[in-house]
């Protein structure tokens, strides 16, 4: 788990392409802090597994579902990436609670300025809007942020100093991809409405009801 708060920004010194997957090589310096093999780092906001390491570089392997799903695809050598470690008991929560596991690709569609902040609109599916409520929480590339407005068709975060600094968000340009993760109390909180109604719907099939529809 993660809580959206990027601690570092990598640049990708290799990426080698499969036909699906690849292998992507990670320079990096605070994060790689007492890193082990196995450990859990976002990337851009996706949940990756450190499978090699040294004192200024780690290395991935993403595979085919998570390239299809993320903007991982799009890295090349040289592209920076938004890093975090994964949550310790004990931490400060200072973002929201962050899975690692993407929902799906949103698209930059405007960047405005406003004063001290930049507002950053973003085009995405119906089925990952659904679950963008107004005031509440969203990760974009990993970044922990506040939706400050949702509609049918986009929704838009405002971007602080502080986060253009030590993030990438600002160094996209109209049309870019973004990785999207949605809060997961609504998915939760959704399923188990789902579960409810469909063991409901099960209970009221019974001996008498196939009776009556002639089915026994």
């Known amino acids: 788990m993660f809580t959206g708060l990027v601690e570092e920004i990598g640049t990708v010194e290799s990426i080698t ?25 976002s ?10 390491y040294d004192n ?10 998570t390239m299809r799903k993320s903007n991982l695809k799009n890295l090349k050598r040289g592209s920076k990436v938004n890093l975090e470690r994964a949550l310790r008991v004990g931490d400060r929560l200072g973002g929201h609670i962050v899975s690692g596991h993407i ?20 085009s995405t599916s119906s089925d ?3 679950y963008i409520v107004y005031k509440g929480s969203i990760t974009i ?6 939706v400050s407005y949702v509609d049918d068709n986009i929704f838009k975060v405002s971007i602080i100093p502080h986060t253009k ?31 409810k109604e469909d063991s409901k719907v099960k209970k009221d099939i019974d001996v008498d009801f196939l009776s009556q529809h002639g089915f026994i």
């Open 17 to 41: 392409k499969g036909f699906k997957s690849a292998k992507i090589i990670i320079k990096a310096k605070k994060i790689l802090y007492d890193v082990k093999l196995g450990d859990s780092i």
């Open 43 to 52: 990337t851009n906001g996706v949940c990756l597994t450190v499978t090699e």
């Open 56 to 65: 200024d570089k780690f290395c991935v392997d993403v595979m085919a579902e």
């Open 103 to 122: 929902d799906g690709i949103g698209i930059v569609t405007s960047l405005e300025k406003e004063e001290n902040a930049t507002w950053i609109s973003i």
């Open 128 to 130: 990952i809007l659904k």
């Open 141 to 146: 590339d990993g970044v922990s942020l506040t």
């Open 165 to 195: 600094d030590e993030t990438t968000l600002l160094t996209k340009n109209i049309g870019d991809e973004v990785n999207l993760e949605c809060d997961l109390i609504g998915k939760y909180i959704e399923k188990f409405l789902l579960l």
